[in-house]
């Protein structure tokens, strides 16, 4: 059964948002196409234990859209990773989410069928609103750095808060996205702002990415 949408589907529909713009000329090239399947991007062991990170879940979610009378299947892979920890005042509580969504590259005529190639760090953290009611993010980024992950990659950031247990922590959310391997590739990772080591286990997660 799927986790609800509130807690777990981070960016899980936002793969095959729309794609009904192909129609038409394409038909007939749309064939080989028709269905494409995403390697799930995991983080290795060792970054696991560093970070004291644990697995959450890691699921499968298949989406289809309709492009030229006919069915594109994306199987996307999303897998999450998650912390406790002790905060003042509150007690022992989830203290950081790690996310990845991966999915599938498609194109046609050199058209890519998938809207996530197109999504900047500001949609993605948008996103990331709408999915968590525990989370607000306020709309401009606040810094980006440059991480060695799976390739080189620019992760921005952006505060905001959470909602824990009733109280609002200031919190921030590091996301990025590239292509690697004929998937894209997004991460997302929220933390509690305040708490120390925070960032720097975040860091340890986007530079400990299998895929």
Same mark, same amino acid.
């Given at each position: 059964?799927?986790?609800? +949408?509130?807690?777990?589907?981070?960016?899980? #529909?936002?793969?095959?948002?729309?794609?009904?713009?192909? =129609?038409?000329?394409? #038909?007939g090239?749309?064939?080989?196409?028709?269905?494409?399947?995403a390697? +799930?991007?995991?983080?290795?062991?060792?970054?696991?234990?560093?970070? #004291?990170?644990?697995?959450?879940?890691?699921?499968?979610?298949?989406?289809?859209?309709?492009v030229?009378?006919? &069915?594109?299947?994306? @199987? !996307?892979?999303?897998?999450?990773?998650?912390?406790?920890?002790?905060?003042?005042?509150?007690?022992?509580?989830?203290?950081?989410?790690?996310?990845?969504?991966?999915? +599938?590259? =498609?194109?046609?005529?050199?058209?890519?069928? !998938?809207?996530?190639?197109?999504?900047? +760090?500001?949609?993605?953290?948008?996103?990331? $609103?709408?999915?968590? /009611?525990?989370?607000?993010? @306020?709309?401009? /980024?606040?810094g980006?750095?440059?991480?060695?992950?799976?390739?080189?990659?620019?992760?921005?950031?952006? &505060?905001?808060?959470?909602?824990?247990?009733g109280?609002?922590?200031?919190?921030?959310?590091?996301?990025? @996205?590239?292509?690697? $391997?004929? $998937?894209?590739?997004?991460?997302?990772?929220?933390? /509690?702002?305040?708490? /120390?080591?925070?960032?720097?286990?975040?860091?340890?997660?986007?530079?400990?990415?299998?895929?």
């Amino acid at each position: 059964m799927s986790p609800p +949408p509130s807690r777990r589907r981070l960016l899980a #529909g936002v793969a095959t948002a729309s794609v009904a713009g192909l =129609a038409g000329c394409l #038909g007939g090239a749309i064939d080989d196409v028709t269905t494409r399947e995403a390697a +799930p991007a995991t983080v290795a062991e060792s970054a696991i234990e560093e970070a #004291g990170y644990g697995l959450e879940e890691s699921h499968e979610v298949v989406e289809e859209e309709t492009v030229a009378g006919q &069915s594109v299947e994306f @199987r !996307n892979q999303y897998v999450e990773y998650a912390r406790s920890a002790d905060l003042p005042g509150i007690g022992e509580v989830t203290a950081g989410v790690f996310t990845t969504v991966t999915s +599938p590259r =498609a194109s046609v005529l050199g058209r890519e069928l !998938n809207p996530i190639a197109e999504m900047g +760090p500001e949609e993605i953290a948008a996103y990331a $609103d709408e999915q968590y /009611p525990e989370l607000s993010v @306020r709309g401009e /980024p606040v810094g980006e750095r440059s991480v060695e992950s799976l390739k080189a990659t620019t992760v921005t950031t952006f &505060s905001g808060t959470v909602t824990i247990d009733g109280f609002d922590v200031d919190a921030l959310v590091d996301v990025t @996205r590239f292509a690697h $391997d004929g $998937d894209h590739v997004v991460a997302v990772g929220v933390y /509690p702002e305040a708490l /120390p080591g925070s960032a720097g286990r975040i860091e340890t997660l986007f530079e400990g990415l299998d895929h």
